[in-house]
T-cell receptor
Framework: SQTIHQWPATLVQPVGSPLSLECTVEGTSNPNLYWYRQAAGRGLQLLFYSVGIGQISSEVPQNLSASRPQDRQFILSSKKLLLSDSGFYLC???????????FGQGTRLTVV | AQTVTQSQPEMSVQEAETVTLSCTYDTSESDYYLFWYKQPPSRQMILVIR??????QNATENRFSVNFQKAAKSFSLKISDSQLGDAAMYFC???????????????FGTGTRLQVTL
């Protein structure tokens, strides 16, 4: 069966520090991968998605970037965090040409 | 572009009773899919139920069922025999494969917080 791992679960970082959140998927090949952000009291906003290694599409211009160095690995990064980057970040995957997305357990990021 | 609206920020239901969560959506596509996701206190998003727009029959998964009204662009979730474990945030979501290629770019509503009381 397929599983998705996301870490760390919680993170407190100072303003201006770098960020690296990692997500890996097991049990499937060539998945679509996604990074979503959930602000308090709001729904999920799609940040990035990838349909293959090295292929990244950005949905929202921002202080973040994403990379996919391996088929089942997706990384969310920032060179310098802003206070507004605080939130709950969720990684997800879906099968090619399928529609459900399956989510990791999320990372609560607090920028102080 | 798609939009999803959940007009009920909070709902409450007694254990063993039935509750309906509302969702409306807007899309210009003829082919699309609708979902309900559950987000418990652990905050992991869990798929509850899906509905393909081309299917007239309402989807059902055990105690969860939907009322899909395509003309009205309405997609409500009914939870029967509510249990304490049903307490969570519930999100309605929509995706249209036609304008997203092979990706599943879900558009989410703002969620409904469901409380289950004894």
């Amino acid at each position: 069966s397929q599983t998705i791992h996301q870490w760390p679960a919680t993170l407190v970082q100072p303003v201006g520090s770098p960020l690296s959140l990692e997500c890996t998927v097991e049990g499937t090949s060539n998945p679509n991968l996604y990074w979503y952000r959930q602000a308090a009291g709001r729904g999920l906003q799609l940040l990035f998605y990838s349909v293959g290694i090295g292929q990244i599409s950005s949905e929202v211009p921002q202080n973040l970037s994403a990379s996919r160095p391996q088929d089942r690995q997706f990384i969310l990064s920032s060179k310098k965090l802003l206070l507004s980057d605080s939130g709950f970040y969720l990684c997800a995957w879906s099968v090619q040409r399928y529609t459900e997305a399956f989510f990791g357990q999320g990372t609560r990021l607090t920028v102080v | 572009a798609q939009t999803v609206t959940q007009s009920q920020p909070e709902m409450s239901v007694q254990e063993a009773e039935t509750v309906t969560l509302s969702c409306t959506y807007d899309t210009s596509e003829s082919d699309y899919y609708l979902f309900w996701y559950k987000q418990p206190p652990s905050r992991q998003m869990i798929l509850v139920i899906r509905q393909e727009a081309y299917k007239q029959q309402n989807a059902t998964e055990n105690r969860f069922s939907v009322n899909f009204q395509k003309a009205a662009k309405s997609f409500s979730l009914k939870i029967s025999d509510s249990q304490l474990g049903d307490a969570a945030m519930y999100f309605c979501a929509c995706v249209s494969p036609l304008n997203t290629g092979t990706a599943s770019k879900l558009t989410f509503g703002t969620g409904t917080r469901l409380q289950v009381t004894l």
